[in-house]
Each structure stands twice: as structure tokens, then as C-alpha cells.
């Protein structure tokens, strides 16, 4: 049974290659964003993993604005993606992942060299101008993956660009949970995982539900980074109820 899901992945991963190669060079942004919204889905869907929105923005949400969120799993990129379609700030190992870091690419995925300080500013002048020209764009802003229960402290860098790009922060976050509403262990992808143990993990699991949680948008108006880092993590540790960590 695992094999044959894994032969799932497998097309559907080839299903967009397809798409990315032949009908994006073609279709509009509306358009690309509407095959980006339902292969998500699809993928979602084979992996046996349901989305639910929950909006819990008490009607303060923004766009344009940057979106975060907290990072559980490679599978959050698509849990976002089904409800907006964004261009990513990703770090470049993902780049090297088997099709699914071409597919990234084609969509529009920015990939950051780690401990680069050149890059981060390349990037951030970058995305400042995407900004300004209407792209939504998404980052993780605790720089990598952390075990359910946990929010790493939020890297404040590229939170400079939603302020000179005069947008708000939007901030989402997403938990993975059973049947039971417990946070459900395969979707971790952390430590030495590779992208093919935690698929393996997430094809053999029990089905799972990705909450997706959009909380209110944080103004930037004559604000510091760093406080709105503190802020958007704040409100995440809030909406998953974690204590206060270091």
C-alpha cells in the first residue's frame, strides 16, 4: 500500500511538472494561481491530509501584506497554498529536493543560502520590490522546522521589508492533528529527516487535519523589526496556547 502511494506522489508530482513546463509560460497570474490552489490540494489530498480555515482575524486581515507563519513540515508551503498562493522565501536545501524543488522553483519559491549575510540582502531588496508590485510573498521566520508544541524565536531580518515596503504583517499558523485533535507526530520534519523518510512517515500515518489559523495583521507603520518579530511570534505561541519560550 505504501508503494502505491508513493506511485501517487509520483504522478502527480510529474502532473505538475507538466503544469509548471507547458501551461504556466502561458496563463495568467489569476490562472497560475488557480492551478497552483488546486494541485496543493491534490497533493494534500494523497497524502491524506484534510485543511481546514480557520480565520481568527476578527476581520483585521491585510492584503497586500507578507505573510508568516510558524514551520512544522515541507507541507505547510502547500497548506498555505491552498487558501493563497504565495511566493516563498526558502532556505536552498529544498532546491535540491527531487522534483519537488524544481516544482518550488517554477512557482515562484525565493531560496536563501543560510549564514549569508550578502544573500539575506539581496533577497530583502528583492522582495521589497515584489512587494511593491503587488506578489504576496510568505517566509518562515524561524529559519527552520520545529517539533509541534514549539515556536523558535523569530529571525527579525526580512521583517524589514514589509516595512519599507510600507505593508502590514500577516500572520498565520498551522498545527497538524488527529482525529482526536492531538498534534499528530508524522507530520515532524525535523533533525536528520530527509524529505523521503517524512513523506514515508505521512503515507503510513493515520489521516491528519492541517488547521490553518489566520490571526490579526500587524500594522508596520513607523515600526522596528524586531518588535514586530516579537509580536508575530507572540500571537502564534498565543494560538497554539505555548508558554512563553526563550
Known sequence: MIVWHFFRVFLHLLAGLFTCG??????????????????????????????VFDDRSQGLHAEPAMIVSNHVSWLDIFVINTLHPCHFVAKSDIRSWPLIG?????????????????????????????????KRIAFFPEGTTAAQGT??????????????????????????????GEF???????????????????????????????????????AHRREVAQQARMAAQQALNIAETA
Request: some cysteine.
Open 22 to 51: 507547458l501551461l504556466f509560460p502561458f496563463s495568467s497570474p489569476a490562472t497560475q494561481e488557480k492551478l497552483i490552489r488546486r494541485w496543493s490540494r491534490r497533493l494534500l489530498a494523497i497524502c491524506t491530509v484534510d485543511v
Open 102 to 134: 524544481w516544482l518550488c522553483e517554477k512557482a515562484g519559491t525565493i531560496f536563501l543560502a543560510r549564514g549569508k549575510q550578502r544573500e539575506v540582502r539581496r533577497i530583502y531588496e528583492g522582495l521589497v520590490h515584489q512587494i511593491q508590485a503587488g
Open 151 to 180: 515556536v523558535l524565536p523569530f529571525h527579525a531580518n526580512l521583517f524589514e521589508a514589509a516595512i519599507e515596503a510600507q505593508v502590514p504583517v500577516q500572520p498565520f499558523v498551522i498545527r497538524y492533528v488527529d482525529m482526536q
Open 184 to 222: 499528530h507526530p508524522a507530520a515532524n520534519f525535523i533533525g536528520d529527516m530527509t524529505f523521503v523518510d517524512s513523506m514515508r512517515e505521512i503515507l503510513k500515518a493515520p489521516k491528519m487535519r492541517a488547521e490553518l489559523i489566520r490571526l490579526p495583521a500587524i500594522p508596520t507603520r513607523d
